[in-house]
């Protein structure tokens, strides 16, 4: 059994990977750490966890997170940096939710983030934690940057066609938008229901930290310079993630080609769901399970390709995507524990 230690586990991150961990048959929860719920069990404060998980929480500095053979830190940004190096010193595998090591650029990391890197000697082991593009990569890795949630999908809607290089590069357009669980649990004003149920609004549209993240792994599969234009948007849904995505096509390739395209990129992907050519996918089709779906359009036939995904935010946006990232560093079947099928209605 893989012994498993969660810091951060009040959150929605944090409660979604308990969830999935409870019933993987191959982990033991060892850990689960809070600071404001010391010595709460998990299932007085989740009641859908009765009869799942029989710990409390423990306050992370009085956690054993050392006799963990893997640590999920489903935190803000800022606090796997803080903990990572001891962890990977006595021998834990470490996967970080937020942010800590997904951009190489230590100087690129602050200026998005605003705080600095403490342990920026790690920023060049970590591996990049979206399975179906760096599988090889994450079997051997100690340390994972589970990817952001709008880059899941951005990137798994583009890859295709960079690698195929039908595309204008440098004029990627990613229109995106969130269930509000993507800001997380902690209290804000613009998630009360008052604020965000019946109403829509863009954010972020100058600048969001999203964007080099994404341009920085979409670079790897291209020759030519990227340039994304990202704009999310709050929708007034709890979970769930729609990204629409232009791209110009620079070569003539008929819809069948360009469908091909993805096939094959995602023939042995088990959680990728290509649809049929001219599909509209729904978030709710994706609803609490790691499924990620793309349709493609060719509006009146032009040179524009059009890529809708969606995906549950918290699921392959999130805690999903770090089980099956774990399930690969602990050789196991990359879908073991993640075969839900989402919930309908
Ligand atoms: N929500 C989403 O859809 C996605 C979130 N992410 C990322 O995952 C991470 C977690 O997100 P989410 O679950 O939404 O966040 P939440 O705000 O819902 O939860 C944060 C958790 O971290 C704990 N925590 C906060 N500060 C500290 C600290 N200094 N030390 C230890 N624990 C701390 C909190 O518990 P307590 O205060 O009791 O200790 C809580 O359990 C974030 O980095 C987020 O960016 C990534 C992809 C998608
Ligand atoms: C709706 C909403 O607020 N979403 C978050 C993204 C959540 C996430 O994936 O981001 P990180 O792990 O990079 O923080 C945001 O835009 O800040």
Not at 31 to 36: G, V
Request: hydrophobic letters at 40%; charged letters at 20%.
């Amino acid at each position: 059994m893989i012994k498993v230690g969660i810091v951060g586990g009040t959150g929605y991150t944090g409660v979604e990977l308990l969830r999935l961990l409870a019933v993987h048959p191959d982990v033991q929860l060892t850990a689960i750490t809070s600071r404001k719920e010391d010595g709460l069990p998990v299932a007085a404060m989740f009641p859908s966890l009765r009869g799942r998980v029989d710990l409390a929480f423990s306050s992370p500095d009085k956690a054993d997170l050392k006799q963990c053979d893997v640590v999920f830190f489903a935190t803000p940004h800022g606090v796997a940096m803080a903990q990572a190096p001891e962890l990977l010193a006595a021998g834990v595998k470490v996967i970080d939710l937020a942010a800590d090591f997904r951009l190489k650029d230590q100087a690129e990391f602050e200026k998005w983030y605003k705080i600095p890197h403490t342990a920026p000697q790690l920023l060049e082991e970590a591996v990049y934690g979206l399975p179906e593009l760096n599988r090889e990569d994450i079997k051997q890795a100690r340390l994972i940057a589970n990817p952001g949630c709008y880059p899941t999908t951005i990137q798994l809607g583009l890859y295709p066609l960079l690698k195929a290089d039908v595309i204008d590069a440098g004029h990627l357009i990613a229109d995106s938008k969130s269930g509000v669980s993507g800001a997380g649990r902690k209290a804000e004003i613009g998630t009360l229901f008052s604020e965000s149920s019946d109403n829509f609004k863009a954010y972020g549209v100058s600048g969001h930290r999203h964007t080099p993240e994404t341009s920085a792994q979409l670079q790897r599969y291209t020759q030519q310079q990227v340039g994304l234009l990202f704009t999310p948007h709050l929708v007034p849904m709890i979970r769930g993630m729609h990204s629409t995505l232009y791209a110009r096509l620079t070569r003539e390739i008929d819809n069948a080609a360009l469908q091909a395209l993805f096939e094959e990129a995602y023939k042995d992907s088990a959680f990728v769901d290509v649809m049929p050519f001219g599909s509209h996918p729904e978030t709710r089709s994706t609803r609490g399970s790691n499924m990620l779906r793309i349709a493609l359009h060719r509006p009146d036939g032009g040179d524009t390709v059009v890529v809708l995904v969606v995906q549950d935010n918290l699921v392959k946006g999130a805690s999903g995507q770090a089980v099956q990232c774990m399930n690969l560093m602990f050789g196991l079947p990359e879908t073991t524990g993640l075969q839900q099928i989402a919930l309908l209605p």
